[in-house]
């Protein structure tokens, strides 16, 4: 059975609606009368299926919507307008926002359950085949990095039993390649997971930490200032932003000695600095190290930071001095980070 969340504020479309699917016998449906209860009964359970009006009182269906997006909520999502035709953005808003279908009512009450009730096995249905896709690309990827490590071992025996200098050459590309394929394929299966969860608060030194510890943190002097305490509400992969920032400096960094990061205040928002001492970022690039296939830098790291860290609303930039040491620059949202009293 398909579980279902209508929101509405006309009470009668509510019960119209709840009696015309249910008496299907396909879909158990729950009812709100504002996004605000709506967002209290997410928090509580999750539904099949989403069934919002446009048009309510403080928060309207299509802010509802982009609410449960930010908050890592995907749940197929149905937005309904009145029976006056809308604005034509109304309807481009609520696509992009991430709704699968969206409806006008008709006069008639009973008139747009017919066509609903399709939208709605429709959504479920897509829902499922994208979740069965992404299981069906982690096997793939699974097996894929199996074959990759095994033409690798092969490479190393055929290495060990020839001295010719043209052939060990040949297998020396031959294994840059196989790191590409690997790194590439481990970044497919980042990206994927990138708002499978719901986000939530997260300590930024201990996560920090944590990332320094699964590289080569001998080769690092880590100084962390002002962060005990400070709390971010991002992606459960927050901890990916920092190991693959750090990673980035060990790649590119040239003779780096010192990697800093840094949190202060500025305005309402938070501004965390990621420092190090190495050789910096040419202006031309600043961009284009977040941008995929970039030659000069690893390119899928740093975007997937930015993609990660978009997520709730925070967003990175680089803006240090080429030749003295790359600089980037966090900027979270005032309801994106707190600070806790240190404990006694």
Not at 11 to 24: F, G, I, M, Q, Y
Not at 126 to 133: P, V, W
Not at 238 to 254: A, E, Q
């Amino acid at each position: 059975m398909i579980s279902v969340l209508i929101v509405d504020d006309e009470p009668d479309l509510l019960e119209v609606a709840k009696l015309h699917l249910e008496r299907s016998g396909a879909f158990s449906v729950d009812t709100c009368r504002s996004a605000k209860s709506a967002l209290a009964a997410l928090a509580k359970q999750r539904y099949d299926a989403i069934i919002s009006d446009y048009d309510m009182p403080v928060m309207n269906g299509l802010d509802l919507l982009k609410e449960l997006r930010v908050l890592g909520d995907q749940t197929p999502f149905i937005i309904l307008t009145g029976t006056a035709p809308g604005p034509g953005d109304i309807v481009i808003d609520a696509l992009n926002a991430g709704a699968m279908f969206y409806l006008r009512k008709g006069k008639n009450l009973d008139a747009p359950f017919s066509d609903l009730t399709h939208k709605l096995h429709l959504a479920v249905q897509k829902q499922q085949s994208l979740c069965d896709m992404q299981r069906f690309a982690a096997i793939s990827r699974h097996d894929l990095l199996n074959k990759v490590a095994a033409l690798s071992g092969y490479g190393e025996l055929i290495q060990a039993h020839t001295d010719d200098p043209a052939i060990i050459d040949y297998l020396h590309k031959q294994q840059l390649i196989l790191i590409a394929i690997k790194e590439q394929v481990r970044f497919s299966g980042d990206y994927e997971e990138i708002g499978a969860r719901e986000p939530c608060w997260q300590p930024l030194a201990p996560v920090i930490r944590r990332a320094a510890s699964l590289l080569a943190a001998d080769m690092i002097t880590l100084l962390l200032e002002n962060l005990e305490g400070v709390e971010i509400f991002s992606d459960p992969l927050l901890l990916k932003v920092f190991y693959n920032l750090l990673d980035n400096t060990l790649r590119h960094g040239g003779h780096f000695t010192t990697v800093k990061i840094s949190a202060r205040k500025s305005g309402d928002d938070l501004l965390i600095v990621y420092e190090d001492d190495g050789a910096g970022i040419p202006a031309a690039e600043k961009e284009r190290i977040f941008v995929r296939g970039n030659k000069s830098t690893s390119g899928l790291g740093l975007l997937l930071v930015r993609e990660i860290l978009a997520t709730t609303g925070i967003s990175i930039r680089e803006t240090g001095v080429y030749g003295k040491g790359a600089r980037f620059e966090i900027s979270v949202p005032d309801v994106r980070y707190r600070l806790q009293e240190p404990s006694a």
